[in-house]
């Protein structure tokens, strides 16, 4: 089973529309990432949590607001989706102390129509 | 402000072939470098995390280099296979305060072996 899971891999949605994406991890790390993924211009991070009750805007969070549940799960908003959004949403999880190397989920598609 | 690039943005050579992949940062400060791959429509498997005071890791036909002072990184891959077929992206952790936790990607390397 995948240590980093998310849901859904595909969403089609319409401008206006509110969205979530959803991350979860069993790999007991405590820090979570939010990246994007555009063509030609790599990934950016959104928001990042180093644990339950702290959270982080990244270098592109406008537009976006994110939920941490638990350890195991922090979730991505879209509240009013707009076409440029448009992208490839990863999350990322770390915490082996000392290294932080980041280990990615999958990814979802999410296309804004 | 860091910034990472990667050239070439593609390559294609001959299975066997040894290869270098390189990558480039602005600034010398880092926390750690790390190599992804990344599959077509997937999400990025890490290869090799170096850590700043380290000058390379090895993993497998995988060898990654780092050296800080003149902000280059390099993936050497050996005896290339078909499989290796994918996109190669390095990031840096900046650092410092800048650096929080995040991870400053390069565009990546679209490597294809041919059989």
């Known amino acids: 089973d995948a240590d980093v899971t998310q849901t859904p891999r595909n969403r089609i949605t319409k401008t206006g529309k509110r969205i979530m994406l959803e991350c979860s991890q069993t790999?007991?790390?405590?820090?979570m990432y939010w990246y994007r993924q555009d063509p030609g211009l790599g990934l950016q991070l959104i928001y990042y949590s180093f644990d339950v009750k702290d959270i982080n805007k990244g270098e592109i969070s406008d537009g976006y607001s994110v939920s941490r549940q638990a350890q195991a799960k922090f979730s991505l908003s879209l509240e009013s989706a707009i076409p440029n959004q448009t992208a490839l949403y990863f999350c990322a999880t770390s915490g082996e102390p000392g290294r932080n190397e980041q280990f990615f989920g999958p990814g979802t598609r999410l296309t804004v129509l | 402000k860091q910034e990472v690039t990667q050239i070439p943005a593609a390559l294609s050579v001959p299975e066997g072939e040894n290869l270098v992949l390189n990558c480039s940062f602005t600034?010398?400060?880092?926390?750690?470098l790390q190599w992804f791959r990344q599959d077509p429509g997937k999400g990025l498997t890490s290869l090799l995390l170096?850590?700043?005071?380290?000058r390379e890791q090895t993993s497998g036909r995988l060898n990654a280099s780092l050296d800080k002072s003149s902000g280059r990184s390099t993936l050497y891959i050996a005896a290339s296979q078909p499989g290796d077929s994918a996109t190669y992206l390095c990031?840096?952790?900046?650092?410092?305060?800048?650096?929080?936790?995040?991870?400053?990607f390069g565009q990546g390397t679209r490597l294809t072996i041919n059989p």
């Open positions: 790999k007991g790390h405590d820090r």
């Open positions: 990031a840096v952790r900046p650092g410092g305060n800048q650096g929080a936790q995040k991870l400053v």
């Open positions: 600034d010398s400060a880092i926390y750690n």
């Open positions: 170096i850590q700043s005071s380290q």
